[in-house]
């Protein structure tokens, strides 16, 4: 089963850029769609980005289009979510999570989704 590890996470002021990574291990990661999602405390966890197996198709949540991009390399097992004009909002912890579905164009819904990864914290300052 793939196992995955979040890195990237910190403290950055408003207008500030982030990249963090998912390095995958245990598993086909190239066979799967790849997707990131974030708590923020006190609220459900919400989907961000996701990844289709191939790289070739990606969806975003409204609240960060055109502000964060979702790439991966299936050389290094690895998926990334480059986040850029950050905003306090974006505060969260965020997950990365392998689709259940081999081949996926990649999906937008938390049960699609497992496993996960243990998360990463985002801290956005004002």
């Known amino acids: 089963q793939v196992q995955l590890v979040e890195s990237g996470g910190g403290l950055v002021q408003a207008g500030g850029s982030l990249r963090l990574s998912c390095a995958a291990s245990?598993?086909?990661?190239?066979?799967?769609?790849m997707g990131w999602f974030r708590q923020a405390p006190g609220k459900e966890r919400e989907f961000v980005a996701t990844?289709?197996?191939?790289?070739?198709?990606?969806v975003y949540a409204d609240s960060v289009k055109g502000r964060f991009t979702i790439s991966r390399d299936n050389a290094k097992n690895t998926v990334y979510l480059q986040m850029n004009s950050l905003k306090p909002e974006d505060t969260a912890v965020y997950y990365c999570?392998?689709?259940?579905?081999?081949?996926?164009?990649?999906?937008?819904?938390?049960?699609?989704?497992?496993?996960w990864g243990q998360g990463t914290q985002v801290t956005v300052s004002s």
């Open positions: 990844i289709g197996w191939s790289g070739g198709n990606t």
């Open positions: 245990g598993g086909t990661f190239s066979r799967y769609g």
């Open positions: 999570a392998a689709d259940r579905s081999i081949f996926s164009v990649g999906g937008t819904r938390e049960a699609d989704f497992g496993p």
